[in-house]
């Protein structure tokens, strides 16, 4: 994936400095941003190039951050070569979703240590970057959600599918079909190589956005969606569109501030609110259309 990565500062009082860390986090995730570090002075935040803006950016600090606070960025291109390698190098441990789910790193796991069938689902990814492994809350949400589910011979569209892990696990959980798309070509061709990783044949994966779905007549049993809060509200009549009359729409990637909002322009495209569910700040919903 290519990022941007903006280097807050913060002007506030020392002893409001990691307050102020945490709303400017909030902010930035609202425009798109998907992971922070502290910095000395503040945050330096990570988002993927085609979803930068500035003026979402702006505006968002503006409305969360408090009245004597300033704050100034700098944006630059993260290096692609420095961002995969160091994750490729590092690795990740594996990620016990449930006692029936863990995801494994592909290239610095021996896969032959688990020959047999001990009732554990186990799917291996190979990420260039710590995004759609399974580590964050909303990825972590979905899956569980997944696992709750009768997928047999069902539809699943995934969108905004990363490294695949959302369309390969309703895939191994029985899903006929999975049909995936992401705005970023690298994470395109990734989660068609981890889908072949993992056996998974029935699973196509298509570059582009929301937009791709105009060209598609199927209709789907259960669409997917683990992307920021702003991309969900615009491409919620798209989801619609694909949506089967009893299927299930379950969507992440936003706190549970920001649930009502969701379940506003849901309810705009006809769709009802069945549950939420947390993790620390951040939610996962789910909608029908009865």
């Known amino acids: 994936m290519k990022y941007y990565v903006a280097n807050f500062s913060i002007d506030c009082e020392g002893d409001f400095l990691q307050t102020a860390r945490e709303l ?23 988002v993927q190039r085609p979803l930068y803006d500035k003026a979402a950016l702006d505006a968002a600090i503006a409305e969360y951050m408090p009245e004597g606070v300033g704050v100034m960025y700098e944006v630059e291109e993260v290096p692609d070569q420095d961002w995969n390698q160091g994750w490729e190098d590092e690795g990740f441990e594996p990620i016990g979703v449930s006692d029936h789910l863990v995801i494994y790193d592909a290239k610095h796991t021996d896969r032959e240590m688990f020959a047999g069938d001990d009732g554990v689902m186990r799917i291996f990814i190979e990420a260039r970057n710590a995004f759609g492994t399974g580590t964050h809350q909303t990825t972590r949400m979905i899956l569980r959600r997944l696992l709750g589910m009768d997928l047999k011979g069902k539809k699943v569209l995934d969108c905004g599918c990363g490294t695949g892990i959302l369309g390969i696990v309703a895939s191994r959980l029985g899903a006929k079909e999975v049909f995936g798309y992401d705005i970023d070509e690298w994470s395109a061709d990734n989660a068609e190589h981890n889908a072949t990783l993992n056996g998974v044949g029935n699973m196509r994966v298509v570059l582009g956005d929301a937009s791709v779905l105009a060209a598609v007549d199927d209709k789907y049993d259960v669409v997917i969606a683990n992307i920021n809060r702003n991309i969900l509200i615009n491409d919620m009549a798209a989801f619609r569109k694909c949506m089967a009359d009893d299927a299930k729409l379950i969507l992440s990637g936003f706190y549970e501030a920001d649930v009502p909002m969701i379940e506003e322009a849901a309810a705009r495209c006809g769709l009802h609110l069945r549950d939420v569910v947390t993790d620390e700040d951040w939610a996962c919903v789910m909608f029908a259309l009865a």
């Open 24 to 46: 400017l986090s909030a902010a930035a995730c609202e425009a798109g941003f998907e992971a922070f570090e502290d910095i000395e002075d503040g945050v330096a935040g990570y």
